[in-house]
């Protein structure tokens, strides 16, 4: 147990860095998978009405692996055909074989033919349910190498449990911040369909979004500049008077 507390300790700052950065999540599941002793990791999102999955954040999976099971594999996963009322249920982790028995899994086409190749076994392989909806179940599924099918899985479920708590929060902070950035951009949408210059500047002075109208006001360089993400004119003194102005507004 302590193996896995310190374990969590190292992971959890990697793990908040990761909202709203899909290179952070790609890291974070990297260490995640190491620190587990897992040989491949990755995001599944599976649309569960219209039966269509997609990994992502992926550790060890190379492109040709990714891209075969875009194209076809998918469909024929066994776990992933599981019916709705079977899959298990958000803030839940268990090992794959709670819901198809190994055996049944290495018998399949799926097995032989992606599983195997990647010199990977589904023996001890472990999923952590994060959410469910009426349409998306997203988990993260944690696979080990052939040589070490073997290996026992306690030390790693302990670590899973302790982290699953906070991967559902960074992951809710992640669809959040999603959300945000999308407002945004259609806000950035209008801004550049209107003729007049605009400039949206933080209480600081600093940029925060420049409209297409504006761009072409400073790029032409015929008064306004930006240096160090704050707007300025050509002229020191003038710069202050903009820059004093700027903050006598932001105190309104």
Same mark, same amino acid.
């Given at each position: 147990?302590?193996?896995a507390?310190? =374990?969590?300790?190292?992971?959890?700052p990697?793990?908040?860095?990761?909202?709203?950065?899909e290179? =952070?999540?790609?890291?974070?599941?990297?260490?995640?998978?190491?620190?587990?002793?897992?040989?491949?990791?990755?995001?599944?999102h599976?649309?569960t009405?219209?039966l269509?999955?997609?990994?992502?954040s992926?550790?060890?999976m190379?492109?040709q692996?990714?891209?075969?099971?875009?194209?076809?594999?998918?469909f024929?996963?066994?776990?992933?055909?599981?019916?709705p009322?079977q $899959?298990?249920?958000?803030g839940?982790?268990?090992?794959?074989?709670?819901l198809?028995?190994?055996?049944?899994?290495?018998?399949?086409?799926?097995?032989?033919?992606?599983v195997?190749?990647?010199? $990977?076994t589904?023996q001890?392989?472990i999923?952590?349910?994060?959410?469910?909806?009426?349409?998306l179940?997203t988990?993260?599924?944690?696979?080990?190498a052939?040589?070490k099918q073997?290996?026992?899985?306690?030390?790693a479920?302990?670590?899973?449990?302790?982290?699953?708590?906070?991967?559902?929060t960074?992951?809710?902070?992640?669809?959040?911040?999603?959300?945000?950035?999308s407002?945004?951009?259609?806000?950035?949408?209008?801004?550049?369909?209107?003729?007049?210059?605009?400039?949206?500047?933080?209480?600081?002075?600093?940029?925060?979004?420049?409209?297409?109208?504006?761009?072409?006001i400073?790029? =032409?360089?015929?008064?306004?500049?930006?240096?160090?993400n704050?707007?300025?004119?050509?002229?020191?003194?003038e710069?202050?008077?903009?820059?004093a102005?700027?903050?006598?507004?932001?105190?309104?």
């Open positions: 147990m302590r193996n507390q310190k =374990a969590v300790q190292q992971l959890l990697l793990l908040y860095q990761a909202p709203g950065n290179n =952070a999540w790609a890291r974070f599941i990297a260490s995640f998978s190491e620190a587990t002793e897992a040989a491949q990791g990755l995001f599944v599976h649309n009405l219209d269509q999955t997609s990994l992502a992926c550790f060890n190379d492109e692996f990714l891209n075969s099971y875009e194209k076809y594999f998918q024929i996963n066994p776990y992933i055909n599981v019916h009322s $899959l298990p249920k958000s839940t982790l268990g090992l794959l074989n709670e198809i028995p190994d055996m049944d899994v290495k018998k399949t086409e799926f097995f032989n033919d992606y195997m190749p990647q010199g $990977l589904v001890n392989a999923r952590i349910t994060l959410q469910e909806s009426d349409s179940h988990s993260i599924a944690l696979h080990y052939n040589d073997d290996h026992n899985p306690e030390n479920l302990a670590i899973c449990r302790l982290m699953l708590p906070h991967i559902q960074a992951l809710q902070l992640h669809t959040k911040i999603g959300q945000m950035k407002r945004l951009d259609h806000l950035i949408g209008v801004l550049d369909t209107i003729s007049e210059g605009v400039i949206l500047l933080d209480k600081s002075g600093h940029i925060i979004e420049v409209n297409a109208t504006a761009r072409h400073i790029e =032409a360089q015929d008064g306004l500049q930006i240096s160090q704050t707007l300025q004119t050509m002229l020191a003194r710069s202050n008077a903009l820059t102005l700027t903050h006598k507004v932001a105190k309104t």
